[in-house]
């Protein structure tokens, strides 16, 4: 039988990410995605909290406790407070995590005591390209082997671009197989204009071109020896889905409050059938996703095949965002298309969860 049950040291670091989330991040959640930008205190309340630090091992400043399904439950929560935060808060992980498992010496030595310091460094990982057909493990992006170094050619959507970031990661076709590059965000040839997407207002986002932007091979993730992107895509998956969980979570239980404050006829509608059971299968999908999600995270943390079970808990988890987010705006009738309430952007939010992020935070 598998034990899901969180372990004592787990348990209290979700409770105290669940305060932080409650107390810093749902009150501002509405501000941000008005203001189009993520509040800069709780950005640095949450770097001193060593949320993605804890996954970065010890002798470059972290606190050496890597684990999918630790990431799982420290996302969860976040996004429950409020997607785009949680995706601003974890974007670190986005050149943590790859150059932590894959990075030579070299990088590891230049980025990640980057990442631990007294101040807040945003990550970026440029993985989504801007096609209908676009495949993270077959990417038309190209870096292609130029004298001491690689050529990189290509465009990228989606991609998290906080202000402050020095370096982004970019998945690009080379040698017949595809690699990660890092790339400065100040290198000649980079460009990036800021998208205007459905929903995560509050996270810029921007589309980034790579016009001849040449970089030395020592930016190839891994060396002379560049490891695949499988994983990373997979960690990618389980973390997103872990998201979907938290922003349907809390799609459920403002839905639920509600429904039993709102009042028709002299009773509240949480006691009409068809919203008592509306709200029961809310749950229900909830737990099933956290349970596909939570699966995924222990295939990646004892490394079993977990390609399988990343995509099954990354898709149903995105379906279930949408439904939970939809159902939550009926709960609320006409309220729900109101910005004074919460789940219209619960639905704008879970409705960029059906294009391909993939990769917007890694676990």
């Not at 973390?239 to 239980?253: K, N, T």
Request: net charge negative.
């Amino acid at each position: 039988m598998i034990d899901f049950e969180p372990t004592e040291e787990q348990a209290l670091i979700v409770e105290t990410v669940h305060q932080f989330a409650e107390n810093e991040i749902r009150p501002i959640a509405r501000e941000s995605d008005e203001r189009g930008s993520l509040s800069q205190p709780a950005l640095n309340g949450a770097h001193e909290l060593g949320l993605v630090a804890n996954g970065i091992p010890e002798e470059y400043g972290g606190g050496g406790e890597p684990g999918a399904m630790l990431g799982c439950l420290i996302a969860e929560e976040l996004a429950w407070g409020d997607l785009s935060s949680a995706l601003g808060i974890l974007s670190p992980s986005l050149l943590a995590t790859p150059v932590a498992r894959f990075g030579t010496e070299e990088q590891r030595e230049r980025i990640l005591p980057t990442l631990t310091g007294p101040q807040f460094v945003p990550g970026a990982l440029a993985a989504v390209e801007p096609r209908f057909d676009s495949d993270v493990h077959r990417p038309q992006t190209t870096a292609k082997s130029e004298g001491n170094g690689f050529r990189i050619e290509g465009i990228k959507c989606q991609v998290p671009w906080l202000e402050g970031g020095n370096e982004v990661l970019v998945f690009a076709e080379s040698e017949g197989s595809t690699q990660g590059f890092l790339v400065p965000r100040d290198a000649d040839g980079l460009t990036a204009e800021l998208e205007k997407n459905l929903g995560t207002h509050g996270l810029p986002m921007a589309e980034v071109r790579f016009s001849g932007v040449q970089v030395p091979a020592s930016a190839r993730l891994g060396g002379d020896n560049p490891p695949g992107v499988s994983e990373l895509i997979d960690r990618g998956r389980v973390g997103l889905a872990a998201c979907a969980v938290g922003m349907s979570r809390a799609a459920l239980e403002v839905s639920r409050d509600y429904a039993k404050e709102r009042k028709t006829f002299g009773s509240p509608i949480a006691t009409r059938q068809a919203i008592a059971f509306k709200i029961a299968d809310m749950a229900i999908e909830i737990d099933g996703a956290r349970m596909l999600t939570w699966e995924a995270a222990c295939a990646l943390d004892t490394g079993k095949p977990s390609a399988r079970l990343a995509s099954l808990a990354y898709s149903q988890a995105r379906r279930v965002a949408l439904k939970v987010s939809d159902d939550a705006v009926q709960i609320f009738g006409g309220h729900g298309f109101i910005r004074e309430y919460l789940p219209e952007m619960y639905l704008r939010n879970a409705g960029g969860f059906i294009s391909s992020f993939e990769a917007l935070t890694l676990v």
